[in-house]
């Protein structure tokens, strides 16, 4: 009976048995190996190769089921695709039994033939030789697929009816073994490599990912620390500031204070030439007062040498920054020394000892505009606007107590010997 027939130990490796009939082949058998190949080469996965490649065999070889088994990463021979007389189907968690035909093919790398199920089933009795749920096979084949040397596969097939393998049965399915081998050897390469391509991309993108987060953190902070910088410096300017103007106004206090105690114009005069250049900052103080309509007199100056503003000299309206701001009757700021030499050029004796600002306000009675009172300015910074508006109302509070006090009467503009001042 066919199922009391047994394999020869004897018939050697699947390569030998290959080289010994390798004239056992047949043409249609080059014919179906020529249709396997081309149908795998549609397939570059290894899954896909195996799907593939179990459904071909069977449809080749007339099984009723074949199966591709490899031994994967926890040492356990697990199928990798399986087709039955459905569609072909990936295995789940099924592991082959360590005394199964399969694992003999795997340690010894030799062919295992079971022509019979008595057969079978004496040889691997705690083997499954029947998946669950699929058909009771009678004979089995059982092939090494291995490419160059590389072990840990098998190509399992299984037949519903016993059958004598005979030599040009081992020499046929010999040859599908090997196309099966460098398919899956050319797929698990393949797939191995896409794995580790995707590994590399998955890290490149995840060092862009850490490159721009760093740089967000960068930017960041250095936004952070800009505009920290930019508010300690503001803090810092606005402390300056602060400090300044409370300095500023404490000796403008005092300037006021001691303009208010002086009894008449003459102690007025010397007051304001006293306390005027260091409650103003400034390095020159000017005082004019205006006996005709076309002309300014100097009555009183700081800071300046008797060449340059001589008390008792003129000047004519027309052609002086005084008689700007005695033709507005309004305060007149003049920001830098070219401005001023721009507007009047004879005004730049003036400010020959000066670099920075000019300030001259009107001095007013009932009778209009009767003098000026003018200061320049020595400074390496902008004046604020707010600072520019506090000297302005403080030499307008000055040039008012000068008109109220009688300073730029005419017996009190020749000033005694030794009351020329000047910082």
Do not use: K, N
């Amino acid at each position: 009976m066919a199922d009391e027939l047994s394999v020869d130990p004897s018939r050697g490796s699947v390569e030998e048995a290959a080289a010994a009939g390798a004239s056992l082949l047949r043409p249609r058998d080059y014919e179906d190996l020529l249709s396997v190949a081309r149908a795998l080469a549609s397939a570059v996965e290894h899954a896909g190769i195996a799907a593939i490649l179990v459904d071909e065999v069977r449809r080749v070889s007339g099984a009723a089921r074949v199966t591709v088994w490899e031994v994967a990463r926890d040492g356990e021979l697990r199928p990798v695709a399986e087709s039955t007389s459905g569609a072909p189907r990936r295995a789940g968690t099924v592991v082959a039994h360590r005394a199964s035909p399969e694992w003999d093919v795997m340690r010894t790398l030799e062919p295992v033939w079971l022509c019979g199920r008595r057969e079978a089933e004496e040889r691997y009795a705690a083997a499954r030789l029947d998946p669950r749920g699929t058909t009771r096979c009678q004979a089995w084949a059982l092939l090494p697929a291995t490419a160059e040397g590389e072990a840990g596969r098998v190509l399992a097939l299984a037949f519903a009816q016993p059958r004598p393998f005979d030599d040009h049965d081992h020499a046929a399915l010999g040859e599908l073994a090997r196309a099966s081998a460098d398919a899956l050897a050319r797929g698990r390469l393949f797939t191995r490599e896409r794995a580790r391509a995707e590994a590399a991309e998955s890290a490149r993108a995840s060092l862009d990912e850490q490159f721009r987060r760093s740089e967000r953190l960068v930017c960041e902070r250095t936004h952070l620390y800009e505009r920290e910088r930019f508010a300690s410096g503001r803090l810092e300017s606005e402390l300056s500031g602060a400090l300044d103007g409370a300095d500023g106004l404490e000796r403008a206090q005092a300037l006021l204070a001691g303009l208010a105690a002086a009894t008449d114009g003459r102690g007025i005069s010397l007051m304001l030439a006293a306390r005027a250049p260091d409650a103003f900052g400034a390095t020159g103080l000017v005082v004019t007062r205006r006996p005709r309509p076309a002309q300014l007199e100097i009555v009183s100056t700081v800071g300046f040498p008797d060449d340059i503003a001589p008390l008792g000299s003129t000047m004519e309206i027309d052609s002086s920054p005084e008689g700007d701001v005695v033709r507005s009757e309004a305060p007149l700021w003049i920001d830098s020394r070219e401005e001023m030499t721009r507007r009047h050029r004879a005004a730049a004796d003036l400010l020959r000892l000066g670099s920075g600002a000019w300030l001259g306000v009107p001095i007013s009675s009932g009778q209009g505009v009767i003098g000026t009172l003018s200061l320049t300015f020595r400074r390496a910074r902008t004046v604020s606007l707010s600072e520019r508006e506090r000297l302005i109302r403080l030499a307008v509070q000055c040039g008012a107590v000068l008109a109220r006090g009688g300073a730029l009467d005419p017996a009190h503009t020749a000033r005694p010997d030794g009351e020329r001042g000047g910082p």
